[in-house]
């Protein structure tokens, strides 16, 4: 009798882990969290990927041929890099810090010179936002200072990693988080 109820007891877990795993509310999970989504959200993170159009946009690189008006040419590649932190707080305030980097080349002074001349720069912006569930909790909405909202779809919602999608018209803009 006891062994009976054990394997009766067993089913139903089973059966529980079954369904709540397969009643995910986010595309890639988690199934089941014991922590709530807002704790989930709140934290400082990092933004690994930022893709539009599947286009990388974090690690930029751009190669070409430089045609001097000298009638000589050389080939040259330009870079960006760009770094996203973003911190959430339970009061619904967000903050983001972007900062880039680029090396590019100067087209004025390698055309003199039929040379690659490159400029560095680096540049730091910062926004704070509010930031709220919809009521369903499947999407993020974010309310800008300047009144502008945008609403992005939420693909995973872990712990440590959090994945964003936008439709912005005819972008696809996607985002993956990891918490610092």
């Given amino acids: 009798m006891k062994k009976q109820k054990n394997t009766l007891a067993l089913l139903f877990i089973v059966f529980g882990l079954i369904t709540f795993s397969s009643c995910s509310k986010y595309e890639e999970g988690p199934g089941i969290s014991l922590r709530t989504k807002k704790s989930r959200v709140v934290g400082e993170w990092q933004v690994t990927t930022f893709k539009i159009n599947g286009a990388d946009y974090l690690n930029q690189t751009y190669s070409d041929v430089f045609n001097c008006s000298s009638g000589s040419s050389f080939n040259y590649t330009n870079t960006g890099n760009i770094k996203i932190e973003w911190t959430f707080k339970k009061d619904g305030s967000s903050a983001n810090v972007v900062n880039t980097a680029s090396h590019v080349i100067d087209y004025v002074s390698s055309d003199a010179q039929c040379t690659a001349v490159y400029t560095d720069s680096n540049d730091s912006t910062s926004e704070t936002t509010a930031w709220e569930f919809s009521s369903d909790k ?43």
């Fill in 138 to 180: 499947e999407d993020i909405k974010f309310t800008y200072s300047d009144g502008s909202t945008e609403t992005w779809k939420i693909i995973e919602l872990r712990e440590k990693e959090m994945k964003l999608k936008l439709n912005d018209g005819t972008d696809i803009i996607e985002a993956t988080f990891e918490k610092k």
